[in-house]
């Protein structure tokens, strides 16, 4: 009945596996999907606001300023702050990714049909998820650190 184009093959997969058809598991994973989409935008939203406002002070910061030196003081600040802000924002983008991952590997987990032969992979994955997040983070305190934050200069104005 089904010859072996791509199209019959899905076909053929879809009339064997409607039988197997749970609504109440593709729910969960629409949802959790959607959950997990629903903490990315927040925390872009999140770290756009602050960019934004970063971008605000410094704006605000340089109104006024007519020495070229406290222009460059006020630059200089604005970049220590920007380099903070990127690694805090990096270091929030780790922290979610790591969590969806291991909720990810823990899904795997509870549905595999035999969890207990999974276990060593599941936590050699984990391992390895905890070994990432902290060479990540430990990089991004390192970068920071190489940073020097300068005192703003005081505004002089004609």
Known sequence: MFKNTPFEAVAK???EGAPKFDPATV?????????????WGN???????????SVAKTVAALQGVTDPQSALETIKLSATDGVAL???NLQAVTALAMAQFLAS???IEKAHP???SFATVSQALRTAA????NTVNGALDK?????VPSKPAAKKTR
């Open 130 to 133: 905890a070994n990432f997040e």
């Open 13 to 15: 997969a879809m009339s």
């Open 43 to 53: 925390l872009a939203q999140t770290q756009a606001q602050a960019v934004q406002a």
């Open 27 to 39: 729910q969960t994973v629409v949802t959790s999907m959607q959950d997990n989409l629903m903490a």
């Open 105 to 107: 590997v823990d899904a």
């Open 114 to 116: 035999a969890p207990e």
């Open 86 to 88: 990127a690694a805090q």
């Open 143 to 147: 970068a920071s650190a190489t940073v």
